[in-house]
């Protein structure tokens, strides 16, 4: 008695388990390519911080490599979580 549109509904959410090692390896690809993203966006944020002499700036691009650090983060304990199922 699943309900298709339950199950939809659980996957947009992101807490569903991959159903097999195949989908798994899936998601750990995708991460992998999520945290690089993420880690040059990182990389170009502090070097711009670097050259910044306005405070607000320089606050605002403290913030974005703040919120990217808790991405890269989540994203890295998500990979670990999926890499260590068995299947």
């Known amino acids: 008695s699943k309900h298709p549109a339950a199950a939809s509904a659980k996957s947009a959410s992101g807490s569903t ?3 097999d090692a195949k989908q798994a390896q ?4 995708t991460l992998e390519k999520s945290i690089k993203a993420l880690d040059t966006q990182r990389i170009e ?3 711009q911080m ?3 002499n306005n405070t607000a ?3 605002r691009l403290e913030r974005e490599v ?3 650090e808790m991405e890269i983060s989540a994203a890295e304990e998500r990979w ?3 890499n ?3 299947f």
Not at 26 to 29: D, G, S
Request: aromatic share 0%.
């Open 80 to 82: 670990v979580e999926l």
């Open 84 to 86: 260590a199922m068995e």
């Open 50 to 52: 670097e050259t910044c």
């Open 26 to 29: 899936k998601e750990m690809k």
């Open 66 to 68: 703040q919120a990217l």
């Open 57 to 59: 700036e320089l606050e």
């Open 45 to 47: 944020l502090t070097a």
């Open 17 to 19: 388990q991959p159903s």
